[in-house]
């Protein structure tokens, strides 16, 4: 991606990892970096990333006993690759989002929903939103 072009954030946080890809904000979408946090609440818990070709660049080994330290490290990571100015748009997958199965803006009223539907998914939903 060249320097200060527009780019989306996407996020797939699952039971014990992220994913994670930027794309540059063209027609077709161009992704770029991307890679994965795993064994989050483990022991041996990596960040592994690769540019857009797909080679591998590295792994490095994090502290993360959740997701929101996980989603921390990788926030705090990402800024010192990127110029975090270029991200004009974040995105999330919901696992079981029920009826929530569309893309949607967030607000306080979605939050309220996902918070109110997480017993249906005690593995993914409540880690989420925190």
């Known amino acids: 991606m060249k320097p200060g072009?527009?780019?989306?954030?996407?996020?797939?946080?699952?039971?014990?990892?992220?994913k994670f890809a930027l794309y540059a904000a063209v027609?077709?979408?161009?992704?770029g970096l991307y890679g994965t946090v795993d064994r989050i609440g483990l022991s041996g818990t990596n960040l592994t990333f690769h540019e857009a070709d797909g080679k591998p660049q590295?792994?490095?080994k994090l502290i993360a006993a959740d997701h929101k330290s996980a989603a921390n490290a990788l926030i705090d990571w990402l800024e010192k690759q990127i110029d975090f100015k270029s991200v004009k748009g974040v995105g999330h997958r919901v696992v079981h989002g029920m009826k929530h199965t569309e893309p949607e803006i967030?607000?306080?009223?979605?939050?309220?929903?996902?918070h109110r539907i997480?017993?249906?998914?005690p593995d993914?939903?409540?880690a989420k939103l925190n």
């Open 27 to 31: 027609e077709p979408l161009k992704r």
């Open 5 to 18: 072009e527009a780019q989306i954030l996407t996020i797939n946080g699952g039971s014990s990892s992220i």
């Open 124 to 126: 993914h939903l409540p």
């Open 118 to 121: 997480s017993p249906f998914d």
């Open 106 to 114: 967030v607000t306080r009223k979605l939050l309220d929903e996902l």
């Open 58 to 60: 590295a792994s490095r």
